[in-house]
């Protein structure tokens, strides 16, 4: 049983069947936010149940047909998946607590990404690149800071608004990074300093391409060893087996050749 399980378990249309069963939730949530008859609500009740009985199957499925049970809540998205699921079998939605109901059905959405193993793997690497990030943000925060003392004492006379203390400057800032509207922000100063499109220009360059490239360089150095660490777990052979068994094979052929 534990092994059929474990088949159906790892079953491509299996998976497939969970990811479209969590879509349907997404959109029964959704359906929620709007006026509906009342049979209609009623018909979405039953099914959110239904949605929520399956969840509890699939989850029920997966524990039994793991190999090491006694390390099944050892894994994050497994205790995540069981708690999700469980706190949306409690009938809270006419007590005090029925806003965390409602925000426990908004996170079964999250699901998904513990489902597909290739969301996984990239939830993976962007939380294995924060401590990377930081010091690009930190970097970010002295050019953003540097740039904003510039723009207050040139620029706060022209307008006070956006200009009008260092704080008010780096969110002018990151309106220009953002490219919202910034040509109006450039001309306005323009219209005094005529070469102030150095700075906006400069500034758009510093922050939001070259920091741009250097946290995409970062995100995917990580999925890289995300990907290489995935596929050792397989049983894959790395490059590194690789060129062993290689040098082998050339040593064996210079053995037989002599």
Same mark, same amino acid.
């Given at each position: 049983?534990?092994?059929?399980l474990y088949t159906l378990?790892?079953?491509? @249309? &299996?998976? $497939?069947?969970?990811? +479209? *069963?969590?879509?349907l939730s997404?959109? %029964?949530?959704?359906?929620?936010?709007? =006026?509906?008859p009342?049979q209609?609500?009623?018909?979405?009740?039953?099914?959110?149940?239904?949605?929520? @009985? &399956?969840? $509890?199957?699939?989850? +029920? *499925?997966?524990?039994?047909g793991?190999? %090491?049970?006694?390390?099944?809540?050892? =894994?994050?998205w497994?205790?995540?998946?069981?708690?999700?699921v469980?706190?949306s079998?409690?009938?809270?939605?006419?007590?005090?607590?029925?806003?965390?109901g409602?925000?426990?059905?908004?996170?079964?959405?999250?699901?998904?990404?513990?489902?597909v193993?290739?969301?996984?793997?990239?939830?993976?690497?962007?939380i294995?690149?924060?401590?990377?990030?930081g010091y690009?943000?930190?970097?970010m925060?002295?050019?953003?800071?540097?740039?904003?003392?510039?723009?207050?004492?040139?620029?706060?006379?022209i307008?006070?608004?956006?200009?009008?203390?260092?704080?008010?400057?780096?969110l002018?800032?990151?309106?220009?990074?953002?490219f919202?509207?910034?040509?109006?922000?450039?001309?306005?100063?323009?219209?005094?300093?005529?070469?102030a499109?150095?700075?906006?220009?400069?500034?758009?360059?510093?922050?939001?391409?070259?920091?741009?490239?250097?946290?995409?360089?970062?995100?995917?150095?990580?999925?890289?060893?995300?990907?290489?660490a995935?596929?050792?777990?397989?049983?894959?052979?790395?490059?590194?087996?690789?060129?062993?068994?290689?040098?082998e094979?050339?040593?064996?052929?210079?053995?037989?050749?002599?």
């Amino acid at each position: 049983m534990q092994t059929r399980l474990y088949t159906l378990r790892s079953n491509k @249309v &299996f998976e $497939l069947f969970v990811v +479209s *069963i969590i879509l349907l939730s997404a959109l %029964v949530i959704g359906a929620k936010t709007y =006026n509906m008859p009342a049979q209609l609500i009623n018909f979405i009740g039953y099914l959110d149940l239904g949605i929520t @009985v &399956f969840f $509890l199957i699939e989850i +029920s *499925i997966r524990f039994a047909g793991d190999p %090491v049970k006694s390390r099944f809540f050892l =894994n994050g998205w497994n205790l995540f998946d069981t708690i999700i699921v469980v706190v949306s079998l409690i009938p809270i939605e006419d007590s005090e607590l029925a806003l965390v109901g409602r925000l426990i059905r908004i996170f079964r959405v999250l699901r998904m990404v513990s489902v597909v193993p290739e969301l996984r793997i990239l939830l993976n690497s962007l939380i294995k690149a924060l401590p990377q990030l930081g010091y690009v943000l930190m970097l970010m925060f002295i050019i953003f800071y540097i740039y904003a003392a510039v723009g207050t004492t040139f620029f706060s006379t022209i307008n006070s608004v956006l200009w009008g203390d260092i704080a008010i400057s780096m969110l002018t800032l990151f309106r220009v990074m953002t490219f919202e509207d910034w040509t109006d922000v450039m001309y306005e100063v323009m219209a005094v300093y005529g070469y102030a499109w150095v700075f906006f220009l400069s500034f758009i360059f510093l922050t939001t391409f070259a920091f741009l490239n250097m946290v995409i360089g970062i995100v995917v150095n990580v999925m890289e060893n995300e990907n290489a660490a995935e596929r050792l777990a397989e049983g894959e052979p790395s490059m590194t087996d690789l060129r062993a068994e290689l040098a082998e094979i050339k040593a064996l052929l210079k053995h037989r050749d002599g």
